[in-house]
Structure formats: C-alpha cells, structure tokens
C-alpha cells in the first residue's frame, strides 16, 4: 500500500511537472489568440519540451522515483513516453505548415531567423534520437556508441527546442513566464548535474576492490568485491547495479549485473559475468586488486518485496544469477517454505552453479529441475526441450496459485513462460520478471 501511495504521489508530480508550463503561460497577460489550430501547435511543443526534459529526471535513477516501481518499469515508460512526446514535437511544425501554408516562406536558407533554425535543430536532433533508440540492434550500433550519442543528442536536442522557444518569444512577454523556461532549464540540469557529477563523487569516496576472479561453468565469471574503506552495500536478493570496472566513477560506460552473493553476508558482493561481447569477453582477465565503482542495488525482482507461501523460479542461461542470490539468502534465513526451480541451459557441463544448487539443496526446501536445450550427456533422464505448461505442470504444487513466480532470462522466453503460466490459469499479477536488456 505504501508503494502504492508513493507511485501515485510520483506521478502526480510527473503530470504537474509537465502540464506546468501550459498553466503557467495562460495567467496573467496573455497575446491576443491566433485561432485554435495555431494555438494547438503551440501547446503540443511547449508540453513536449516539458515531456523531453523531464526524461532527464527518468533516467537519473533517483532511488526515491525508482522504488515503488523498479527501474526496468521507468526505462520502459521512458522509452514509450519519449515516442509520445516526439509525436507531439512533430505535429508542433506540421500543424502550423498545414492551418498556415504562408510560413513556408520562412524555410528560405538565407531568410531563416535563427530561432527557426534552433527548431529545426532540435527536431533533426530528437529524430536520430528516436531513430537509432528505436532501430539500434538493426542498425548495428554498438551499445556504447548508442549510449554516448543518446546522452550528447538529448542535451542537444533540448538546448535547441529551449532556444527556439525563447527566440519565438510568443507567450513569454512577461519576464516571470520566461523565467519559468528557465528554472525548468535549471530544474532539468540539475538533474543532469546529480547523474554526471554528484553521484560519480558518492561513488568516488565508495570504491570497491577485486578480491577474486573465480571460474564459474558456462563461460561466466563470478567477480567478488570487497568495499575498501566504507561499509559496503545492502541489497535485497535479486537485485542488481550497475558497475564500472576498472574505471573512473565518471566514465560513461557502465554495464548492469545482479548479485548472485547472498544478502545476509557482509564480507563480500559477488557477481557473475557471462562472456558475451567486448567488455565481459575479456572478464577472466581483470587483475584482483582492480577498482570497482558501483551505482545501486536496484530492482523489485525480489523476494522481499513479494510474500508467498513458496516461490517457483525459472531461469535461463546467465538469467540464473539473481536466482541464486535468493536461495542463497533465503537458506542463510533458514527458511523452510517450497522452493521449485526450473532452469534451462544449452548443456549440462554449461550449467552455471549446478553444483551450488546442489549444495543448497541440503539447506532449503527446494527441488530443481534441470532443462538442457542443446546437448545432454549419455543416459540423461532430465528434461530437455523448451519450457511449456505440460512441463510446468508435471512439477507445479495443486496449490499453485498461492506461490510467486519470477522468471528471469531473455525476453523471448520471458514472453513464451507468462503466456505457459497463464495457459496454467496463473495470474500475471504473481509472475516477476528481470530482463537482461533495457535497449
Ligand atoms: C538488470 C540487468 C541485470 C543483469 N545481470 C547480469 C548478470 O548478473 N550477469 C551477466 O553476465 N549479465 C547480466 N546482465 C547483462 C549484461 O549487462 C550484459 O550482458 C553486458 O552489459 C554486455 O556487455 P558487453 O559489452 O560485453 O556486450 P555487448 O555485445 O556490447 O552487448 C550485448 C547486449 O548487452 C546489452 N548491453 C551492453 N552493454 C550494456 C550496458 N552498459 N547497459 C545495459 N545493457 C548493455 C545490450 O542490449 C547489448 O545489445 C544484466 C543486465 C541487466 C539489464
């Protein structure tokens, strides 16, 4: 209920902060109408001004914003919000072009006032952005490539629009309305302040050392860190952050992972990295002693934040790590509720902490189910294949319906395990789910 509440109160907020400037531009002296279709354009560009600003905010990752919803739940709005808002920027000149042909004339190169071309500026800026967030795997653009444009781009983008705003000039005749563009321009860097320099700094007097590279099955590599002068983190199992290895807290690359250690142990946080492209390909290789700055925990995909008379798990590939970080902490709890994993790798020799599962077996009530998808080794008498409800069902309890289910692995399989679970008459409303991709 708190969470809830909270939620609410974030979105209000989130409404207030982008309607504002339509409220606030209407009090007071106003300039004379200039029929709806005009006034129509207008207000779409200063809401999706607002709208493309508050994005700043989003996707600062500020733990009071974050909690009731978790941070893939923001990333997702962001993106699906930034779409609407881009709508509305470009109905802004389209509208004005069609109800006012006349201000064709305006679009001569030599003709052009420079507020137009600020306009222009920030609509090709906004464009790319959409473009290649939208299209950036079949566009082949790299993450990091994608990642430093989209951040450049946005400050761009909204520089110009703020211009074009302030050069229009329409509405903003009384020095306390273009004041208010300008403390939302404040408001908005600020925001940017907090993600590129105040947090860089928290995590600059928080740094972490490698204290171990351990070789996991499956490609992977658990990394453990030790906080060198500070007390280290709490974390809820299942969570994860984002860490920058071998790095300058301020460096824009970061890469997310979970925790796979368990919450209730101080002495060490330990993640485990899947090599899969240039940064965790080269993993093995990091050096103990190596400096880790750390930005979280983050994300709801945890026991904690959802009671039940037991829990089912399923997992694939790397996707078993927070999983492990649950059962780890719910067996250092000593908790005795039904514990049932189904956890699907290519092969059995690739089965990343199989023999940890085994271990803890003697420590929870838990049953694993192990699937191989590719090669199984001679005499396997397991399950093989792709999850689906038959399999589910042969091993869900009858009282099902009173678990919690948190699947954790690629979104296709994401998709294919709800659509089983509901096939089995499972509400959604009892499934979690951690996606390894945000973009
Ligand atoms: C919430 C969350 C938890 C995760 N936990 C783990 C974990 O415990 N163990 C593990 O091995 N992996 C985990 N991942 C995935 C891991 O972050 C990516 O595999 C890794 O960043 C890939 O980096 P790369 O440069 O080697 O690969 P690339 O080949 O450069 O990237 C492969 C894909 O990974 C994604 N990716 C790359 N860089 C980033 C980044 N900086 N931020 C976000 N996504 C990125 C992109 O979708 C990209 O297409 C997690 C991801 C998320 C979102």
Redesign the pocket.
Known sequence: MRHLLYGAFWIGIYIVLIMTPLFVLLIGQTPPGRGFWRELSVGLGFTSLSMMGMQFFLTGRFRHITAPYGI?VIYHFHRHISIIAFLFILLHPLILLVSSPRMMTLFKPNLAPWWLTAGVAGLVAFTIIIVTSVKR?PLGI???TW?LSHALLSVAAVAFSMAHILGVGYYMQEPLKRGLWIALAFFWIIALLYIRVVKPIIMLKHPYAVERVVEERGD?WTLVLKPDGHEGMRFQPGQ?V?AKIGKSPFAI??????F?SSAMREEGLE????E??????QIGDVAPGTRVYLDGP??LFTVDRHKADGYVFIAAG?GI??IISILRTLADRQDRRPLLLFYSSRGWEETTFRDELKTLKERLNLQTIHILTRESPEGWEGERGRINAEMLARYLPQDRVHYEYFVCGPEPMQKAIKKQLGRLGLPLDNVQS??????
Not at 253 to 258: D, G, I, L, T
Not at 276 to 281: A, E, Q, R, W, Y
């Open positions: 893939d795997i790299r993450y990091e990642r992977t994860f984002w690359r970061e890469h997310p992972f979970s796979s993640i485990p990295i899947k899969l492209g240039d940064f965790t390909s983050y994300g790397v790590t927070p951690e996606t390894f991709n945000f973009v």
